[in-house]
């Protein structure tokens, strides 16, 4: 039985959508700041 904190209840596939980009946007650009100075620093 899937725990319920996890999984978020269902919702239309165009709202999972702005959910993705909502959450995927941010997380995209500190990844795009911070790998590259990570790899001067440890490359």
Do not use: N, Q, Y
């Not at 996890?6 to 919702?11: D, F, Q």
């Not at 239309?12 to 959450?23: E, G, K, L, M, Q």
């Amino acid at each position: 039985m899937p725990d319920p904190v996890l999984r978020r209840p269902e919702r239309s596939p165009c709202a999972d959508f702005w959910h993705t980009i909502r959450v995927g946007i941010p997380v995209f650009v500190v990844l795009l700041v911070a790998l590259p100075v990570m790899f001067k620093m440890f490359g």
